[in-house]
T-cell receptor, first 114, second 111 residues
Framework: DAGITQSPRHKVTETGTPVTLRCHQTENHRYMYWYRQDPGHGLRLIHYSYGVKDTDKGEVSDGYSVSRSKTEDFLLTLESATSSQTSVYFC?????????????FGPGTRLTVL | RKEVEQDPGPFNVPEGATVAFNCTYSNSASQSFFWYRQDCRKEPKLLMSVYSSGNEDGRFTAQLNRASQYISLLIRDSKLSDSATYLCVVNMRANGQNFVFGPGTRLSVLP
């Protein structure tokens, strides 16, 4: 399995509080992604990074920010959590077109916003 | 129209059956195609990439039809352990990364 970890694995928080989720990889892959998965919607891209300090928005980026200060870490921040952000969050990595392009996923973080 | 569509499912099949999953995508410029499986409350895991010439891995066969913008996955001699949700994934950007996931099709293989 690809070396991807996510922390925390579970979190319960209250509306209005800030939350930061961490994704850590040991594969030295260039691309990193944050997705959320909800019933009836499948996996939806929040933000992705194509290098250190290089990020771009995905399909559902409102209410989320990201940072990537090192190749191995990609942080997802909910500045002020809302109940609609209750979801399962997956981090993924890929090497890019030259390296085969497949994505590998972390174990996920279950976030509940009360 | 959704960018990636899959059979709605669920599929309930007996052990040993052959089952086929279908997926269509909207962007004709899409370059990379994949099938993932996802077990309940787990992360998606790559099952196989889909190549233009079609490819096979044991009991699994994937095919791509660019003209019809269609991808398929065939599972032969299905096992109980094949029970999962199967996700079709398309990278819709020729020179970058824009992975779009289908909603998935759930498969239950019954004893």
């Amino acid at each position: 399995d690809a070396g991807i970890t996510q922390s925390p694995r579970h979190k319960v928080t209250e509306t209005g509080t800030p939350v930061t989720l961490r994704c850590h990889q040991t594969e030295n892959h260039r691309y990193m992604y944050w997705y959320r998965q909800d019933p009836g919607h499948g996996l939806r891209l929040i933000h992705y990074s194509y290098g250190v300090k290089d990020t771009d928005k995905g399909e559902v980026s409102d209410g989320y920010s990201v940072s990537r200060s090192k190749t191995e870490d990609f942080l997802l921040t909910l500045e002020s959590a809302t109940s609609s952000q209750t979801s399962v969050y997956f981090c993924a990595i890929s090497g890019g077109l030259r390296e085969g392009n497949e994505q590998f996923f972390g174990p996920g973080t279950r976030l509940t916003v009360l | 129209r959704k960018e990636v569509e899959q059979d709605p499912g669920p599929f309930n099949v007996p052990e040993g059956a052959t089952v086929a999953f279908n997926c269509t995508y909207s962007n004709s410029a899409s370059q990379s195609f994949f099938w993932y499986r996802q077990d309940c409350r787990k992360e998606p895991k790559l099952l196989m990439s889909v190549y233009s010439s079609g490819n096979e891995d044991g009991r699994f066969t994937a095919q791509l039809n660019r003209a019809s913008q269609y991808i398929s996955l065939l599972i032969r001699d299905s096992k109980l352990s094949d029970s999962a949700t199967y996700l079709c994934v398309v990278n819709m950007r020729a020179n970058g990364q824009n992975f779009v996931f289908g909603p998935g099709t759930r498969l239950s293989v019954l004893p």
